[in-house]
């Protein structure tokens, strides 16, 4: 029991992750973290594994590893499992992929070779430019979803693990709204039932996770989680969501820079971005209405950031131009390319321009790995609902309705550590200082 009362179960047993989606990101994290057991490479990236998180006054010097602060689950107790359309194993879709070198997945191969994913529930109407073989047939997408819970219950028992969180790690889909389908869970269930075209695959995911009381994380920009249905069932089966759209390569430059342009009160009149890359990504966003699912979620954070209806004179209707180019000999290194037509004092112009030569799924690897362990945290310390304090890995960060989300990453980052303090009860951090330099002539 934490000092302000939040009871955090202990991480005792093993951990399974179920990934959505064995290609290059999934494989990625699987192979990532088996080399990281055996020794022969270091976390980079995880705010989990390599962070740290200062506690009490800067004099007290106490800044502990996040993994040693809050009861996270050991590395060495995580056991993987996964869907996919295809039946190539870990091992074969990891060298498919191409984003880590030969010799390394060769190094893997047994553990690699031993995952083997389970028939995914998939339609080519949500995802256009994908076709495989290993999925799931049901009478109605009910059906569909009564067949994952039987999965994730099998899976928790075959390889004896205490809890499972799920992420979602597969391919964009067609845009969609919130429709009627959406607005309740009875609605949702009778859409279901119905196979009603407006529930997706990654719907069917999330509603079997959360009747499972599994924990759910969406890392594409899907509207999955993010209808009303399924957020109140994860508040009545008291179950942790979070979502959308892994944070990586140019937008993850755009939530450091914008929020530097903001605090100099620097203006902004034109921001455009364009990337190649020639993954499976890249070529399910070759599809008009898998790129718009994505567009919206890419366009949303510098409006959010900059906020122009608040600073009109430095941020009206600044152009704000986002591309993506399936090239295929790109394969899974992603090139950003963006230019920033800025504006300073008297209103003389100037420019940024930033070619971020990055790889994808290396990227967004430990991001799956921090959500899958910081979810699961959530769970044991009966957190529900939109878990908003990991917004720092998604673009577009769910939210409560009422509120706008938030995409400053300096603002994320300090949410997510303030959450970790009051959830083992200590003292926030406002960074005020005052104390510092307060005379003891006034106390």
Same mark, same amino acid.
């Given at each position: ?12 047993? !093993?951990?399974?992750?179920? =990934? /959505?989606?064995?290609? #290059?990101? @999934? &494989?990625? *994290? ?128 075959? !390889?004896?693990?205490?809890? =499972? /969180?799920?992420?979602? #790690?597969? @391919? &964009?889909? *067609? ?134 209806? /608040? ?133």
């Amino acid at each position: 029991m934490s000092k302000n009362g939040i009871d955090v179960a202990p991480a005792n047993g !093993k951990l399974g992750i179920l =990934l /959505v989606g064995l290609g #290059a990101v @999934s &494989t990625t *994290v699987v192979a990532g973290v088996e080399a990281i057991r055996k020794g022969n490479a270091e976390p980079v990236g995880s705010l989990t594994q390599m962070g740290t998180i200062r506690l009490g006054k800067r004099t007290e010097n106490r800044s502990p590893k996040i993994k040693d602060f809050v009861p996270l689950a050991d590395l060495d107790d995580v056991v993987f499992g996964a869907w996919d359309i295809f039946p190539d194993s870990a091992y074969e879709a990891a060298l498919h992929a191409g984003v880590l070198d030969k010799y390394l997945v060769e190094d893997l191969r047994e553990p690699l070779d031993s995952l083997k994913p389970m028939p995914a529930v998939f339609s080519q109407n949500y995802v256009k430019r994908l076709n495989g073989t290993n999925i799931k047939q049901g009478k109605n997408k009910m059906d569909l979803a009564e067949q994952l819970m039987a999965d994730m219950e099998r899976f928790k028992s075959e !390889k004896g693990c205490d809890r =499972l /969180v799920i992420v979602w #790690a597969a @391919s &964009t889909e *067609v845009f969609l709204e919130a429709s009627d389908a959406h607005q309740s869970i009875e609605a949702f269930e009778k859409a279901m039932y119905d196979d009603d075209p407006q529930i997706a695959p990654s719907m069917i995911y999330a509603y079997a996770a959360i009747k499972s009381g599994i924990p759910f994380a969406n890392g594409a920009p899907n509207l999955t989680v993010d209808i009303p249905a399924l957020l109140e069932l994860a508040e009545r089966e008291n179950v942790p969501i979070c979502g959308k759209d892994f944070k990586t390569g140019q937008t993850l430059i755009k939530t450091i820079i914008a929020p530097g342009l903001k605090a100099r009160m620097l203006g902004l009149a034109g921001w455009y971005s364009t990337n190649i890359l020639g993954n499976r990504d890249g070529e399910v966003l070759d599809d008009p209405e898998s790129f718009k699912t994505k567009e919206e979620s890419k366009l949303s954070v510098l409006d959010t950031i900059l906020q122009p209806e /608040v600073y009109p004179d430095l941020y009206k209707d600044f152009s704000h131009v986002v591309r993506i180019n399936y090239y295929p000999p790109r394969g899974d290194n992603k090139e950003g390319w963006d230019n920033i037509d800025i504006f300073g004092w008297l209103g003389y112009p100037m420019q940024i321009k930033i070619d971020f030569l990055c790889r994808d799924s290396i990227l967004a690897a430990p991001l799956v790995l921090d959500l899958a362990l910081f979810m699961d945290l959530a769970k044991r310390a009966e957190m529900k609902g939109i878990q908003e304090w990991l917004s720092f890995y998604f673009k577009a960060p769910q939210a409560a309705s009422e509120l706008y989300p938030e995409h400053d990453l300096f603002i994320q980052l300090k949410k997510l550590k303030n959450t970790l303090r009051h959830m083992m009860g200590e003292e926030l951090i406002t960074h005020l200082g005052n104390e510092y330099y307060e005379s003891d002539d006034n106390d």
